[in-house]
């Protein structure tokens, strides 16, 4: 099981708001893959899945805001 973390966003950001999951629970993902799109007050990014395997939780839902260090979502790697 690996955990799909909010990374230090720099500039002093402190939190982000998931704005779109592009996969959904039970859906494999790759490593690398663009799995979630999130926004600050200064930028939209995508963060990556950190391992290959399949989407198996997603903890905090499109709309809603974490803060650096929170766990988003889990994989269960492959």
Do not use: H, R
């Amino acid at each position: 099981m690996t955990k799909i973390v909010l990374p230090e966003l720099g500039g002093g950001q402190k939190k982000a708001t998931v704005s779109y999951w592009y996969f959904k629970v039970g859906e494999k993902v790759s490593e690398k893959d663009d799995l979630v799109e999130l926004t600050t007050d200064k930028a939209a990014f995508n963060l990556p899945s950190p391992c290959s395997g399949t989407l198996t939780e997603i903890i905090i839902p499109v709309g809603e805001a974490a803060e650096v260090g929170i766990t988003l979502g889990v994989i269960e790697e492959s």
